[in-house]
T-cell receptor, first 111, second 117 residues
Framework: AQRVTQPEKLLSVFKGAPVELKCNYS??????LFWYVQYSRQRLQLLLR??SRESIKGFTADLNKGETSFHLKKPFAQEEDSAMYYCALSGRNTGFQKLVFGTGTRLLVSP | DSGVTQTPKHLITATGQRVTLRCSPR?????VYWYQQSLDQGLQFLIH???????AKGNILERFSAQQFPDLHSELNLSSLELGDSALYFCASSAGGLAGEMSYEQYFGPGTRLTVT
């Protein structure tokens, strides 16, 4: 079965500290991995996807097939990064357009 | 603003009732997706429509049904409502969505919060 696990419900850091939001997945084959973000009172939006290999707002994520992980990282957290972050996957097994989401991690960046 | 609109924003109804949630995709998008977000289940995929045709189904209850109309807006119908159906229902849209070898970026609406009392 396809599954996305985000082990932390809440991650609290101070401004300027490094951030790592963990995401592990279970998938037979080659998935596509995504990070979605939801800022307070805003809609869910795509932050980045592994195939684009971009850095968005200073965030990066590397797909590690050996560890089946897609952790989201940022070297220096900013207060405006406080939001809910969801890891998601899709792929041939799920039907490419069906997203399987993790339960999300709330990132709180304090001044 | 992603352009996906959902109405109503909030809906409060009683058990046993039937409600209809509406979604208008971004201009030009042919695919519409419905997701349910509840406290215990997280974000769950319900159903996907592409240009009026159902393309994929997730864990959608038989009491729930959806359709996509010729103008591409979509409606999610929830009937015989139970307390456990209380959740946030999201609609998303994407430009593509036919079976293929890639995923299209999905743009989410603000959601409809359904409360069943």
């Amino acid at each position: 079965a396809q599954r996305v696990t985000q082990p932390e419900k809440l991650l609290s850091v101070f401004k300027g500290a490094p951030v790592e939001l963990k995401c592990n997945y279970s998938y037979s084959g080659s998935p596509e991995l995504f990070w979605y973000v939801q800022y307070s009172r805003q809609r869910l939006q795509l932050l980045l996807r592994h195939i684009s290999r971009e850095s968005i707002k200073g965030f990066t994520a590397d797909l590690n097939k050996g560890e089946t992980s897609f952790h989201l990282k940022k070297p220096f957290a900013q207060e405006e990064d406080s939001a809910m972050y969801y890891c998601a996957l899709s792929g041939r097994n799920t039907g490419f357009q069906k997203l399987v989401f993790g339960t999300g991690t709330r990132l709180l960046v304090s001044p | 603003d992603s352009g996906v609109t959902q109405t109503p924003k909030h809906l409060i109804t009683a058990t046993g009732q039937r409600v209809t949630l509406r979604c208008s995709p971004r201009s030009g998008d042919l695919s519409v997706y419905w997701y349910q977000q509840s406290l215990d289940q997280g974000l769950q995929f319900l159903i996907h429509y592409y240009n009026g045709e159902e393309r994929a189904k997730g864990n959608i209850l038989e009491r729930f049904s959806a359709q996509q109309f010729p103008d591409l807006h979509s409606e999610l119908n929830l009937s015989s409502l139970e307390l456990g159906d209380s959740a946030l229902y999201f609609c998303a849209s994407s430009a593509g969505g036919l079976a293929g070898e890639m995923s299209y970026e999905q743009y989410f609406g603000p959601g409809t919060r359904l409360t069943v009392t």
